[in-house]
């Protein structure tokens, strides 16, 4: 049957359908709209994460703790007509984290999800994609766990921090070694107050940090300067934005101290934000020691003279000058004389203070406008400059040489009474150079000492064949010994009283086969420099006591040897042991024996000598003065002695017929010395006259060539017999011998 179109239940039905149908298509619709609204949400939110990430810089990761699985997400840049992209990558953690941070970052993973830490948080090397590990913070906390409350997965973001982490190891690096500096840095703005100061800074200028902070620059300034030069300094460092010099600063205590300052502009983020950054290091001690360096190099510590570098050096400037204005110069090379012995007698301490006392007086007496230096030992220089005549620098020689007859005051109880040899060189007449000028003034001052010291010399071309000569005889006198060339002669003393021989003086003679016969003067001087003469000596005394011993087994007794000793055979080695050591072995008695010293040795230093030469009073030799009145001593010194003999020097005996002043000098040592229970002996004893004199004033004994020249020892035999023949029947002149 058909149904009606119309019939309304169709319709409804009809209604009913497409309403549900409706419906559903706006149902569908509107979860098409969703799903696209959700889609677009997850789209945004992704850009929103890429974007955070790519603004950040960090990666988002998740960690599958069950499968122990890291996935990463990174922004990576996509192809250049497109946006950048975000890559999803798997990592096993042992294989991504560096071996050395896999333990360290498990420990923090464990505390998270032992619940111990709120958060995962830990710092490791990662091996992405290059060679080279990087360092990364990584951060996290879980974000899904199982119904039993295990964690399943645990997300967070990790950041890359390897140039933070390298900025921060510099850092304090930095820190670190601007504490540890021992320069002082601070820094200061742009006004010159303190911002920053390092410990360094404390330490050297005394200040505490809040005392500091906040002060400004001035705080340090010294009244060295004054406030213009720091003004000035402050100005340059603001217009270049550097500065570096030297300049003195204050502590807090007031003590000032120099420094090297290196100020440079430092720069911040902000146009006003201007800084110095100022290093300073206390150089105080460095210039001292720079100082004393200079002074070690161009001075003599002893003297405060200059020494021969700074010589030679203003000597050079002083030719310089002469040649430029045609002018003379002298050098004058000084010497000490007998300075070594007087060194050994009194000691080094004392030899010092003769030097410090003789460098004063040689500059007092030349002045300070001219150069004195002091060379080595005792030897000295000074430079004359702008002399009109050469007889100037002999003038000035003859002042020098004058000054030193005054004794030289060591202290407030000790003088000592020392003089000088000159020699004398001139600009341009011989030499052009300071070498050629100073070897020959030395080659002039030899020759006063060979002159009899106490004098002066100048230069002249004979003088270089005198010192090769003297240069010669020194290597000959090396070779006398084994050569047997030396040889004693002796010359007699006479006893006035009775007319008596008493004894003899050994003196040492040199015949050389190549150069003759040399006098004592020349080479006895030469043996005591080399100290050949410790040698010799020992020689002469053996010698001389064994001639003395052969007399007497020859039937001449009650007589004396006398030798003469040098200061090194009193100063060095047991001299006292060999003196005993000789006498046994010959066979003579101590009593025979008599030492002569020379004066300016034993006076030197009384109670030092005493202490030397009772070891030969206590074997029983006797002891005698040498040249006595030419020492500058006081007789009194000799109470201090155990000298048993003084000899008047020849130099009073000459002219004791025609010089008061001579004799009246000799017959007071000989009223003095008797007085001290001392036996005098007048030397060099030529005339009549001379014997007269010292008759009438007492004089014990005589020697010289009234009574005998020195004889070999076969002749002086013979004359002491004979004189004793002739005494023994009352004849009373003497019997005739030939030199």
Same mark, same amino acid.
């Given at each position: ?36 609204? !959700? ?30 699985? +890291? ?48 958060? %995962? ?19 996290? !906390? ?91 300094? !402050? ?21 000032? %101290? ?209 010192? !090769? ?16 060339? +030396? ?53 002469? +005394? ?198």
């Amino acid at each position: 049957m058909l149904t009606d179109p119309a019939d309304p239940r169709l319709l409804g039905a009809a209604i009913v359908l497409l309403t549900a149908l409706a419906a559903a298509l706006a149902w569908l619709l509107r979860r098409r709209a969703q799903q696209r609204r !959700r889609m677009k949400a997850l789209r945004d939110r992704e850009e929103r994460l890429m974007m955070a990430l790519w603004a950040t810089g960090e990666h988002y990761w998740e960690y599958d703790v069950v499968q122990d699985r +890291l996935r990463l997400l990174q922004v990576e840049a996509g192809p250049r007509d497109r946006s950048d992209v975000m890559v999803e990558r798997v990592f096993d953690p042992v294989r991504l984290l560096h071996p050395d941070d896999i333990e360290p970052a498990r420990r923090q993973l464990q505390q998270h999800l032992d619940g111990i830490d709120r958060s %995962f948080l830990a710092e490791a090397r990662v091996l992405l994609d290059g060679p080279d590990p990087v360092w990364v913070r990584a951060r996290g !906390r879980v974000v899904r766990r199982d119904s039993s409350g295990r964690a399943l997965r645990v997300a967070g973001t990790a950041l890359d921090i390897t140039d933070s982490r390298q900025a921060d190891r510099d850092r304090r690096i930095a820190s670190e070694v601007l504490h540890s500096m021992s320069e002082a840095v601070s820094v200061v703005d742009r006004d010159f107050h303190f911002v920053s100061v390092n410990p360094a800074f404390l330490r050297i200028t005394g200040y505490e940090e809040q005392e500091a902070i906040g002060a400004n620059a001035d705080l340090l300034d010294s009244s060295q300067h004054d406030a213009a030069f720091y003004g000035h300094i !402050r100005r340059q460092l603001i217009r270049h934005g550097r500065w570096s010099g030297e300049m003195w600063q204050r502590r807090k205590d007031g003590e000032e %101290f120099l420094c090297s300052i290196e100020a440079s502009l430092v720069s911040g983020g902000h146009e006003n934000d201007v800084l110095y950054v100022t290093v300073l290091n206390d150089i105080t001690r460095q210039k001292r020691a720079e100082q004393e360096l200079r002074y070690l190099a161009n001075f003599d510590t002893l003297t405060n003279l200059p020494n021969r570098a700074l010589l030679s050096e203003r000597l050079s400037r002083a030719i310089v000058r002469a040649r430029r204005q045609g002018s003379r110069i002298a050098v004058l090379f000084l010497d000490l004389d007998r300075f070594k012995d007087i060194n050994d007698s009194l000691g080094h301490a004392a030899g010092d203070r003769i030097l410090r006392a003789a460098a004063k007086r040689l500059q007092d007496t030349v002045g300070q406008h001219h150069t004195v230096a002091r060379l080595s030992g005792d030897e000295f220089t000074v430079v004359l400059e702008n002399l009109e005549t050469p007889e100037a620098a002999e003038r000035t020689a003859r002042e020098i040489i004058m000054a030193f007859e005054a004794p030289l005051l060591l202290d407030e109880r000790q003088e000592i009474a020392i003089s000088t040899s000159i020699g004398i060189s001139l600009y341009p007449d011989h030499g052009h150079v300071p070498t050629a000028l100073l070897k020959r003034a030395d080659t002039a001052m030899y020759q006063a000492k060979a002159a009899g010291r106490r004098t002066f010399m100048r230069y002249d071309d004979a003088m270089d064949v005198a010192t !090769r000569q003297r240069a010669t005889l020194s290597g000959a006198l090396r070779k006398v010994l084994d050569r047997g060339e +030396l040889r004693l002669a002796f010359q007699p003393r006479l006893a006035l009283a009775d007319s008596r021989i008493t004894g003899v003086e050994a003196l040492l003679r040199w015949s050389s086969d190549e150069h003759g016969e040399i006098a004592p003067a020349d080479f006895i001087p030469l043996a005591e420099e080399s100290g050949l003469i410790l040698e010799i000596g020992e020689w002469v +005394l053996r010698e001389a006591c064994l001639t003395l011993r052969r007399w007497q087994q020859h039937g001449l007794g009650g007589l004396t040897v006398a030798v003469n000793v040098s200061v090194l055979q009193l100063l060095r080695g047991d001299f006292p042991g060999v003196v005993q050591r000789v006498l046994a072995d010959v066979g003579l008695a101590p009593e025979a024996l008599e030492l002569e010293l020379t004066e300016s040795v034993l006076m030197a230093n009384a109670e030092q000598t005493a202490a030397k030469l009772q070891a030969f009073r206590t074997l029983g030799v006797s002891l005698a003065i040498d040249d006595f009145g030419t020492g500058y001593s006081s007789l009194a010194y000799l109470k201090r002695l155990p000298i048993t003999t003084i000899k008047i020097d020849k130099a009073f005996i000459d002219d004791l017929s025609h010089d008061p002043e001579d004799a009246a000098i000799t017959s007071t040592v000989i009223t003095m010395a008797h007085s001290l229970g001392l036996n005098v002996v007048a030397e060099g004893v030529e005339t009549e006259a001379q014997l007269r004199f010292l008759s009438q004033h007492r004089c014990d004994e005589i020697q010289g060539f009234w009574l005998a020249q020195p004889l070999d020892p076969h002749a002086c035999l013979a004359f002491i017999r004979n004189w004793t023949r002739a005494q023994d029947a009352g004849r009373r002149q003497m019997p005739s011998v030939s030199p």
